[in-house]
Protein backbone atom coordinates (compact mmCIF):
# COMPACT_ATOMS: atom_id res chain seq x y z
CA UNK A 1 0.00 0.00 0.00
CA UNK A 2 1.23 3.57 -0.78
CA UNK A 3 1.51 6.34 1.62
CA UNK A 4 -1.99 8.46 2.50
CA UNK A 5 -0.06 11.06 4.20
CA UNK A 6 3.50 11.56 4.86
CA UNK A 7 4.41 14.18 7.22
CA UNK A 8 8.67 15.62 7.10
CA UNK A 9 9.67 17.57 9.68
CA UNK A 10 7.30 19.72 9.97
CA UNK A 11 7.63 22.50 13.00
CA UNK A 12 4.79 25.35 13.00
CA UNK A 13 5.65 28.62 15.16
CA UNK A 14 3.24 31.22 16.37
CA UNK A 15 4.08 34.63 17.73
CA UNK A 16 2.34 35.71 20.71
CA UNK A 17 2.30 39.86 21.30
CA UNK A 18 2.68 41.07 24.70
CA UNK A 19 0.53 44.33 24.05
CA UNK A 20 -2.40 44.42 21.99
CA UNK A 21 -2.94 47.89 19.42
CA UNK A 22 -5.85 50.03 21.40
CA UNK A 23 -6.69 51.97 17.75
CA UNK A 24 -5.81 51.52 14.19
CA UNK A 25 -3.47 54.34 14.45
CA UNK A 26 -1.55 52.69 17.33
CA UNK A 27 -1.30 49.09 14.97
CA UNK A 28 0.15 50.98 12.17
CA UNK A 29 3.21 53.15 14.23
CA UNK A 30 4.11 49.94 15.91
CA UNK A 31 3.77 47.66 12.67
CA UNK A 32 7.67 46.09 13.04
CA UNK A 33 8.02 46.99 16.52
CA UNK A 34 5.08 45.13 18.39
CA UNK A 35 7.18 42.80 20.88
CA UNK A 36 6.26 39.44 20.84
CA UNK A 37 6.99 36.06 21.82
CA UNK A 38 7.87 33.06 19.78
CA UNK A 39 5.86 29.61 20.64
CA UNK A 40 6.62 26.57 19.07
CA UNK A 41 3.09 24.28 18.71
CA UNK A 42 4.89 22.11 16.51
CA UNK A 43 9.00 20.67 16.84
CA UNK A 44 10.09 18.46 13.62
CA UNK A 45 6.98 16.09 13.69
CA UNK A 46 7.15 13.04 11.21
CA UNK A 47 4.57 10.78 10.36
CA UNK A 48 3.99 8.31 7.37
CA UNK A 49 0.50 7.14 7.07
CA UNK A 50 -0.37 4.38 5.07
CA UNK A 51 -3.62 3.84 3.01
CA UNK A 52 -6.45 2.06 5.00
CA UNK A 53 -4.94 2.46 8.04
CA UNK A 54 -6.45 4.47 11.15
CA UNK A 55 -4.55 6.48 13.46
CA UNK A 56 -4.97 8.04 16.92
CA UNK A 57 -3.57 11.20 17.80
CA UNK A 58 -3.31 11.45 21.61
CA UNK A 59 -1.82 13.52 24.23
CA UNK A 60 -2.68 16.62 26.76
CA UNK A 61 -4.20 19.85 25.89
CA UNK A 62 -1.59 22.33 24.17
CA UNK A 63 0.22 19.02 23.19
CA UNK A 64 0.10 20.06 19.48
CA UNK A 65 -2.55 17.82 18.42
CA UNK A 66 -5.22 20.12 16.55
CA UNK A 67 -2.56 22.53 15.25
CA UNK A 68 -1.14 19.18 13.58
CA UNK A 69 -4.30 18.08 12.16
CA UNK A 70 -4.67 21.54 10.78
CA UNK A 71 -2.09 21.53 8.89
CA UNK A 72 -2.47 18.54 7.50
CA UNK A 73 -5.90 19.52 6.38
CA UNK A 74 -4.00 22.69 4.92
CA UNK A 75 -6.27 25.43 7.48
CA UNK A 76 -2.78 25.95 9.16
CA UNK A 77 0.56 26.25 7.25
CA UNK A 78 3.93 24.67 8.84
CA UNK A 79 6.34 27.18 9.43
CA UNK A 80 9.27 24.15 8.23
CA UNK A 81 8.76 20.71 6.90
CA UNK A 82 6.60 19.49 4.39
CA UNK A 83 3.00 17.65 4.41
CA UNK A 84 1.93 15.84 0.87
CA UNK A 85 -1.46 13.54 0.73
CA UNK A 86 -3.38 11.80 -1.69
CA UNK A 87 -7.03 11.82 -2.34
CA UNK A 88 -9.80 13.42 -1.59
CA UNK A 89 -9.74 15.11 1.99
CA UNK A 90 -12.47 15.37 4.62
CA UNK A 91 -11.72 17.39 8.27
CA UNK A 92 -14.41 17.32 10.70
CA UNK A 93 -12.51 20.01 13.09
CA UNK A 94 -13.72 22.79 15.55
CA UNK A 95 -17.42 22.73 15.59
CA UNK A 96 -18.97 24.11 13.15
CA UNK A 97 -16.00 24.87 11.31
CA UNK A 98 -16.44 25.38 7.29
CA UNK A 99 -20.16 26.63 8.07
CA UNK A 100 -21.57 30.12 7.72
CA UNK A 101 -23.68 31.20 10.48
CA UNK A 102 -26.02 32.86 8.60
CA UNK A 103 -26.53 30.50 5.91
CA UNK A 104 -29.11 27.51 6.59
CA UNK A 105 -28.59 23.87 6.72
CA UNK A 106 -29.14 23.52 2.94
CA UNK A 107 -26.56 26.16 1.64
CA UNK A 108 -24.25 24.67 4.10
CA UNK A 109 -23.91 21.43 2.76
CA UNK A 110 -23.66 23.10 -0.93
CA UNK A 111 -21.45 25.42 0.28
CA UNK A 112 -18.75 22.56 2.23
CA UNK A 113 -19.25 20.38 -0.48
CA UNK A 114 -17.79 22.86 -3.32
CA UNK A 115 -14.73 23.82 -0.64
CA UNK A 116 -13.81 19.63 -0.84
CA UNK A 117 -14.01 20.00 -4.71
CA UNK A 118 -17.63 18.34 -5.21
CA UNK A 119 -20.30 19.37 -8.79
CA UNK A 120 -23.45 20.61 -7.52
CA UNK A 121 -24.54 17.70 -9.31
CA UNK A 122 -22.52 15.59 -7.12
CA UNK A 123 -23.75 17.49 -3.85
CA UNK A 124 -27.58 17.12 -5.16
CA UNK A 125 -26.80 12.89 -5.98
CA UNK A 126 -26.21 12.85 -2.21
CA UNK A 127 -28.00 15.58 -0.67
CA UNK A 128 -30.60 13.27 0.78
CA UNK A 129 -28.50 10.82 2.54
CA UNK A 130 -26.38 13.75 4.11
CA UNK A 131 -29.79 15.32 5.40
CA UNK A 132 -31.27 11.54 6.31
CA UNK A 133 -27.94 10.50 8.10
CA UNK A 134 -27.62 14.07 9.93
CA UNK A 135 -31.82 13.70 11.11
CA UNK A 136 -32.55 17.05 10.09
CA UNK A 137 -35.32 17.19 7.56
CA UNK A 138 -37.34 19.81 9.66
CA UNK A 139 -34.65 22.07 10.14
CA UNK A 140 -32.62 21.84 6.94
CA UNK A 141 -33.70 25.28 5.29
CA UNK A 142 -33.08 26.81 9.35
CA UNK A 143 -30.03 29.33 9.52
CA UNK A 144 -27.24 26.92 11.00
CA UNK A 145 -26.82 29.90 14.36
CA UNK A 146 -30.23 28.65 15.56
CA UNK A 147 -28.60 24.99 15.76
CA UNK A 148 -28.06 23.43 18.76
CA UNK A 149 -24.00 21.32 19.31
CA UNK A 150 -25.56 18.71 18.09
CA UNK A 151 -27.31 19.52 15.63
CA UNK A 152 -24.01 20.97 14.09
CA UNK A 153 -21.86 17.73 14.69
CA UNK A 154 -24.34 15.66 13.18
CA UNK A 155 -24.56 17.80 9.83
CA UNK A 156 -20.89 18.20 9.70
CA UNK A 157 -20.43 14.52 10.13
CA UNK A 158 -22.80 13.50 7.86
CA UNK A 159 -21.39 16.25 5.07
CA UNK A 160 -18.01 14.54 5.82
CA UNK A 161 -18.95 11.25 5.43
CA UNK A 162 -21.31 11.11 2.79
CA UNK A 163 -18.58 12.99 0.37
CA UNK A 164 -16.26 9.30 -0.13
CA UNK A 165 -13.78 11.03 1.10
CA UNK A 166 -10.25 8.81 0.99
CA UNK A 167 -8.83 10.56 3.91
CA UNK A 168 -10.99 11.79 6.99
CA UNK A 169 -9.68 14.13 9.64
CA UNK A 170 -11.65 14.70 13.07
CA UNK A 171 -10.97 16.38 15.89
CA UNK A 172 -12.73 15.65 18.92
CA UNK A 173 -15.98 15.96 17.14
CA UNK A 174 -17.19 12.54 18.27
CA UNK A 175 -17.54 13.59 21.59
CA UNK A 176 -20.36 15.45 20.57
CA UNK A 177 -24.17 14.64 20.50
CA UNK A 178 -25.95 12.00 22.36
CA UNK A 179 -25.12 8.49 22.64
CA UNK A 180 -27.27 7.29 19.84
CA UNK A 181 -25.33 9.38 17.72
CA UNK A 182 -21.88 8.44 18.61
CA UNK A 183 -23.18 4.99 17.87
CA UNK A 184 -24.23 6.20 14.25
CA UNK A 185 -20.97 7.34 14.15
CA UNK A 186 -18.85 4.85 15.49
CA UNK A 187 -20.56 2.17 12.61
CA UNK A 188 -19.79 4.83 9.97
CA UNK A 189 -16.10 4.70 10.39
CA UNK A 190 -16.29 1.19 10.94
CA UNK A 191 -17.49 0.65 7.46
CA UNK A 192 -15.06 3.11 5.84
CA UNK A 193 -12.26 1.00 7.89
CA UNK A 194 -13.85 -1.66 6.53
CA UNK A 195 -14.08 0.04 2.80
CA UNK A 196 -9.92 0.53 3.11
CA UNK A 197 -10.16 4.67 3.77
CA UNK A 198 -7.84 6.29 5.88
CA UNK A 199 -8.50 7.90 9.06
CA UNK A 200 -6.64 10.41 11.29
CA UNK A 201 -8.45 10.73 14.80
CA UNK A 202 -7.46 13.19 17.42
CA UNK A 203 -9.30 12.53 20.75
CA UNK A 204 -8.87 12.48 24.57
CA UNK A 205 -10.97 8.99 24.67
CA UNK A 206 -8.09 6.57 24.86
CA UNK A 207 -10.82 3.91 24.99
CA UNK A 208 -11.69 4.67 21.47
CA UNK A 209 -7.88 4.56 20.74
CA UNK A 210 -7.80 0.80 21.93
CA UNK A 211 -10.64 -0.20 20.18
CA UNK A 212 -10.20 1.51 16.61
CA UNK A 213 -7.21 2.32 16.12
CA UNK A 214 -4.32 0.37 14.07
CA UNK A 215 -1.65 2.11 15.75
CA UNK A 216 -1.81 5.33 17.97
CA UNK A 217 0.92 8.73 18.21
CA UNK A 218 1.36 10.08 21.22
CA UNK A 219 2.63 14.07 21.37
CA UNK A 220 4.26 16.04 24.28
CA UNK A 221 5.03 19.71 23.94
CA UNK A 222 5.28 19.75 20.20
CA UNK A 223 6.58 16.42 19.76
CA UNK A 224 6.05 12.96 19.45
CA UNK A 225 6.93 10.52 22.15
CA UNK A 226 5.76 7.37 20.91
CA UNK A 227 4.17 5.69 17.42
CA UNK A 228 3.41 2.15 17.95
CA UNK A 229 0.63 0.04 18.78
CA UNK A 230 -2.17 1.58 20.63
CA UNK A 231 -2.06 -0.07 23.89
CA UNK A 232 1.29 0.78 24.60
CA UNK A 233 0.70 4.52 23.35
CA UNK A 234 -2.06 4.71 25.88
CA UNK A 235 0.12 3.89 28.48
CA UNK A 236 2.96 6.45 27.39
CA UNK A 237 0.30 9.10 27.73
CA UNK A 238 -0.80 7.49 30.81
CA UNK A 239 3.00 8.15 32.31
CA UNK A 240 3.41 11.82 30.64
CA UNK A 241 0.31 12.76 32.68
CA UNK A 242 1.82 11.39 35.94
CA UNK A 243 5.18 13.07 35.59
CA UNK A 244 3.04 16.42 34.59
CA UNK A 245 1.24 15.53 38.00
CA UNK A 246 4.49 15.14 39.94
CA UNK A 247 6.68 18.62 38.08
CA UNK A 248 3.02 20.73 39.26
CA UNK A 249 3.34 19.08 42.90
CA UNK A 250 7.18 19.71 43.04
CA UNK A 251 6.52 23.39 41.82
CA UNK A 252 3.88 23.82 44.63
CA UNK A 253 5.96 22.43 47.48
CA UNK A 254 9.68 22.96 47.24
CA UNK A 255 10.00 21.11 50.11
CA UNK A 256 8.74 17.75 48.62
CA UNK A 257 11.95 15.00 47.94
CA UNK A 258 13.17 16.19 44.94
CA UNK A 259 14.57 12.88 42.02
CA UNK A 260 14.18 11.83 38.69
CA UNK A 261 10.42 12.05 37.60
CA UNK A 262 11.50 8.74 35.91
CA UNK A 263 12.78 6.92 38.91
CA UNK A 264 9.21 8.26 40.78
CA UNK A 265 7.07 6.79 38.15
CA UNK A 266 9.23 3.69 38.24
CA UNK A 267 8.59 2.95 42.04
CA UNK A 268 4.75 3.75 42.06
CA UNK A 269 3.70 1.83 39.46
CA UNK A 270 2.61 -1.90 39.43
CA UNK A 271 3.09 -3.77 35.73
CA UNK A 272 1.59 -6.59 34.02
CA UNK A 273 4.33 -8.75 33.11
CA UNK A 274 1.92 -11.61 31.82
CA UNK A 275 -1.39 -12.67 31.29
CA UNK A 276 -2.86 -16.48 30.03
CA UNK A 277 -5.86 -18.42 29.14
CA UNK A 278 -6.66 -21.31 31.25
CA UNK A 279 -9.34 -23.57 29.38
CA UNK A 280 -11.15 -26.70 31.09
CA UNK A 281 -9.29 -29.23 28.75
CA UNK A 282 -5.34 -28.29 28.75
CA UNK A 283 -4.82 -30.34 26.09
CA UNK A 284 -7.17 -28.12 23.93
CA UNK A 285 -7.33 -24.53 22.81
CA UNK A 286 -10.73 -23.54 22.77
CA UNK A 287 -14.11 -23.69 25.27
CA UNK A 288 -17.40 -24.67 24.67
CA UNK A 289 -20.35 -22.71 26.01
CA UNK A 290 -21.11 -23.10 29.85
CA UNK A 291 -17.37 -24.35 30.69
CA UNK A 292 -15.57 -23.16 33.08
CA UNK A 293 -12.47 -20.94 32.37
CA UNK A 294 -9.33 -19.48 34.13
CA UNK A 295 -7.57 -16.15 33.17
CA UNK A 296 -4.16 -15.85 34.91
CA UNK A 297 -2.59 -11.50 35.49
CA UNK A 298 0.57 -11.46 36.44
CA UNK A 299 2.64 -8.46 37.43
CA UNK A 300 5.35 -7.27 39.48
CA UNK A 301 5.86 -4.39 42.06
CA UNK A 302 9.03 -2.59 42.54
CA UNK A 303 7.67 -1.42 45.49
CA UNK A 304 4.81 -2.05 47.92
CA UNK A 305 2.01 -0.13 46.45
CA UNK A 306 -1.32 0.04 48.26
CA UNK A 307 -3.94 1.61 46.55
CA UNK A 308 -4.62 -0.76 43.88
CA UNK A 309 -7.38 -2.52 42.08
CA UNK A 310 -6.91 -5.44 39.26
CA UNK A 311 -9.77 -5.18 36.26
CA UNK A 312 -10.51 -7.50 33.33
CA UNK A 313 -12.70 -6.78 30.42
CA UNK A 314 -13.77 -8.85 27.60
CA UNK A 315 -14.40 -7.78 24.09
CA UNK A 316 -16.13 -9.09 20.77
CA UNK A 317 -14.30 -8.83 17.27
CA UNK A 318 -16.40 -5.54 16.73
CA UNK A 319 -15.27 -3.83 19.87
CA UNK A 320 -18.07 -3.96 21.86
CA UNK A 321 -17.82 -4.92 25.63
CA UNK A 322 -19.30 -7.71 26.77
CA UNK A 323 -17.97 -8.06 30.16
CA UNK A 324 -16.62 -5.55 32.37
CA UNK A 325 -15.49 -5.70 36.21
CA UNK A 326 -12.42 -5.11 38.64
CA UNK A 327 -11.57 -6.13 42.53
CA UNK A 328 -12.93 -3.58 43.84
CA UNK A 329 -16.49 -3.66 42.06
CA UNK A 330 -16.46 -7.66 43.71
CA UNK A 331 -15.52 -6.63 46.96
CA UNK A 332 -12.21 -8.06 46.54
CA UNK A 333 -9.31 -6.28 47.53
CA UNK A 334 -6.15 -7.43 46.98
CA UNK A 335 -4.83 -4.70 49.94
CA UNK A 336 -1.26 -3.68 49.36
CA UNK A 337 1.42 -5.50 46.66
CA UNK A 338 4.81 -6.26 46.35
CA UNK A 339 7.13 -7.50 44.39
CA UNK A 340 6.00 -10.63 41.70
CA UNK A 341 2.35 -12.01 42.10
CA UNK A 342 -0.80 -12.85 39.90
CA UNK A 343 -4.27 -12.42 40.30
CA UNK A 344 -6.51 -15.42 38.72
CA UNK A 345 -9.99 -14.53 37.37
CA UNK A 346 -12.21 -17.52 37.66
CA UNK A 347 -15.41 -18.16 35.53
CA UNK A 348 -17.95 -21.46 36.96
CA UNK A 349 -19.14 -21.16 33.36
CA UNK A 350 -18.66 -18.87 30.30
CA UNK A 351 -21.72 -18.45 28.71
CA UNK A 352 -20.91 -17.08 24.94
CA UNK A 353 -21.74 -18.80 22.09
CA UNK A 354 -19.21 -19.65 19.06
CA UNK A 355 -16.23 -17.28 18.12
CA UNK A 356 -13.22 -15.53 19.14
CA UNK A 357 -13.55 -12.69 22.33
CA UNK A 358 -10.60 -10.38 23.26
CA UNK A 359 -9.43 -10.03 27.01
CA UNK A 360 -7.87 -7.01 28.30
CA UNK A 361 -6.53 -6.74 31.45
CA UNK A 362 -5.61 -3.61 33.67
CA UNK A 363 -4.21 -2.35 37.26
CA UNK A 364 -5.34 1.07 38.45
CA UNK A 365 -5.99 3.17 42.02
CA UNK A 366 -9.38 2.63 43.50
CA UNK A 367 -10.59 5.95 42.30
CA UNK A 368 -9.87 5.15 38.91
CA UNK A 369 -7.17 8.57 38.35
CA UNK A 370 -3.97 6.69 38.04
CA UNK A 371 -3.77 3.94 35.32
CA UNK A 372 -0.33 2.02 36.62
CA UNK A 373 -0.82 -0.32 33.13
CA UNK A 374 -3.07 -2.01 31.16
CA UNK A 375 -2.84 -4.39 28.34
CA UNK A 376 -5.58 -4.08 26.04
CA UNK A 377 -6.22 -7.68 23.81
CA UNK A 378 -3.89 -9.31 26.12
CA UNK A 379 -5.39 -12.78 24.48
CA UNK A 380 -7.48 -14.14 23.04
CA UNK A 381 -10.54 -16.49 24.37
CA UNK A 382 -11.96 -19.16 21.64
CA UNK A 383 -15.14 -20.99 22.04
CA UNK A 384 -16.51 -23.32 20.05
CA UNK A 385 -20.27 -22.95 18.79
CA UNK A 386 -22.66 -25.88 18.00
CA UNK A 387 -24.17 -24.15 14.87
CA UNK A 388 -27.99 -25.15 16.81
CA UNK A 389 -28.19 -21.52 17.83
CA UNK A 390 -27.66 -17.50 16.81
CA UNK A 391 -26.37 -14.88 18.82
CA UNK A 392 -23.54 -13.99 21.47
CA UNK A 393 -24.85 -15.38 24.09
CA UNK A 394 -25.34 -19.09 25.23
CA UNK A 395 -29.13 -19.02 27.42
CA UNK A 396 -30.08 -22.62 29.13
CA UNK A 397 -32.95 -23.19 27.48
CA UNK A 398 -36.22 -26.10 28.18
CA UNK A 399 -39.10 -25.78 25.81
CA UNK A 400 -42.49 -27.81 27.08
CA UNK A 401 -45.63 -28.56 25.35
CA UNK A 402 -48.76 -28.76 26.72
CA UNK A 403 -51.75 -29.94 25.08
CA UNK A 404 -55.22 -29.86 25.84
Sequence with gaps: MGSAIHVDNVSKRFRLYKEKPASLKERIIRVGRNPYEEFWALR?????????????????????????????????????????????????????????????????????SSIIGLTKRDTLRIFDDIVAFAELEEFIDLPVKHYSSGMYARLAFAVAVNVEPQLLLIDEVLAVGDEAFQRKCMQRIREFQTEGRTILLVTHGVETVRQICDRAAVLDHGKVISLGDPAEAVLVFRDSLLKREHEVSEEADPKTEQGSTDEWRKHQQVRITGGSIE??????????????????????????????????????????????????????????????GQVVFEFEEVPLLGGIYEVSLGVHTHDGGVEYDHRAGQDVIEVLGSGKVAGI?????????DRD
Design 44 to 112: DISLDIVEGETIGLIGQNGSGKSTLLKCISGILRPTSGRITKSGRTAALLELGSGFHPDLTGRENIFLN
Design 279 to 340: YAQPERRYLRAGEPLRVVLQYNSPTRVDDVVFAINIHDQNGNLLFGTNTDTIDADPGSVEGK
Design 393 to 401: VHLPLNIKF
